[in-house]
């Protein structure tokens, strides 16, 4: 599955963000999906997790109750949706699909596929 995410910018604290992740190939209804984050000179993080179905969601503990995941998958596309910005959130946004059900939803080592990034910068 290729990935493309969009929808990084600038944005003031305590504002809003909505970031999206459109997928291609026939593996995307069934992978769980994933949203890393790196700011610079820091390790790539988890962030957010969502399952084949969109049942279940996983979010790290800094983003939980600020941050939705969400996916539609009759348009291929998973959604990350970022209110309460902090400038601490300023870092490239990444999507991640995961085919294998071994493995683990928060390793970024886990992940098949990825996009390209996309910047968020929250001012202060």
């Known amino acids: 599955v290729q990935l493309q995410a969009s929808g990084g910018g600038l944005v003031q604290a305590g504002g809003y963000l909505s970031l999206s992740c459109a997928a291609s190939?026939?593996?995307?209804?069934?992978?769980?999906m994933g949203w890393f984050r790196q700011a610079p000179g820091k390790e790539r993080e988890f962030v957010a997790a969502i399952n084949w179905s969109g049942i279940s969601t996983y979010y790290a503990d800094s983003v939980k109750g600020r941050f939705t995941i969400s996916r539609d998958n009759a348009k291929n596309t998973v959604y990350l949706q970022m209110n309460s910005l902090k400038p601490e959130d300023t870092a490239v946004y990444y999507c991640?699909?995961?085919?294998?059900?071994?493995?683990?939803?928060?390793?970024?080592?886990?992940?098949?596929?990825w996009g390209q990034g996309t910047l968020v910068t929250v001012s202060s």
């Open positions: 991640a699909a995961k085919r294998a059900t071994s493995g683990s939803r928060y390793n970024a080592d886990d992940y098949d596929n």
């Open positions: 190939g026939r593996t995307f209804s069934t992978s769980l």
